[in-house]
Structure formats: C-alpha cells, structure tokens
C-alpha cells in the first residue's frame, strides 16, 4: 500500500513539472512612430506619420480609411524627385496633398482633395516626398509653399 501511494505522489509531483507554467508578461511593445514637422514662424506643425515606401504601400496609401486624426498622415517617399500625381480612388475622406522636394521644401499642396475621384492630382513640379493630412488642415495650421520640413523616421 505504501509503495501504490508513493507512485502516486511521484506521478502527481512528475505531471506538476510538466504541466506549461505561467510565464511572466512580455511587456507592451509600441509601434514605431515616424514625425514630419513643419517649421513655421509661430511654431512648429507636427505629424505622427505611417510611411509609405514600398510600391504596395504607396498604391493603397490612405485607401478604405473612414477617418484620420488631426496630428496623422501618410508620408509617400519616392526614390527620385519628379513629377508625382496622385488620386483618391477608393479613399472616403478628403485629404490635404503636400508635395515636397529633395530638401524636403514645400513646393506646392492641393487642398480637400475629392473623396473616391479618379481626376490626376500633381502640382506640375517635381517631388521627392508627398504628405497626406486630413482635407483643410494645411490651410488650418498654416501650411505654406516654401516652408521647410524636417522628418524622424523611425525604423520598423
């Protein structure tokens, strides 16, 4: 009878260690964050930015978006400065399109651009880098030709 209740103590004991035991919580990892901020004369005008680097990152863009916040946008880089001309396929909200050069200037903005038009949007000018707001922010915040942007972009 001793022997029968000392195999049971070794078997309960031998499931207890291989039972998963719980393991501490990973701690929260946030999501990398990129910035473009503007600088203006009565301060600077910041974004928190997704970036849009990759082809398939810069064909969706803000596509199927229902919203976007004050202080986020997408920022389109391009490998060269020229030409770009975007649309609004398949995007529900109106956006601001603010078109810089290689040394990240202001050299033009197409403002409240129409939701879900498929009318060629481009400031005639060559870009390197195209910021998408909310639709009437830059005018709001006061976003202007030739001012200077400086950009953090985090790694991912």
Known sequence: MKFILIQIIG???????LSPQPQPAKPMVQKPTSQVTF???GGDISFEVEIAQTFLSRQNGLMSRKSLANNQGMLFIFDSEIEQTFWMKNTLIPLD??????????IGIIENATPQSLAPLTVYVPSRYVLEI??????????????QAVFFISNP
């Open 134 to 147: 909310k639709g009437g922010l830059a005018q709001k915040r006061g976003i202007k030709k030739n001012m």
């Open 11 to 17: 078997a309960m004991c031998l499931a207890c260690s």
């Open 97 to 106: 399109l603010i078109f810089l050069n290689n040394q990240k200037q202001v």
């Open 39 to 41: 600088q203006a004369p």
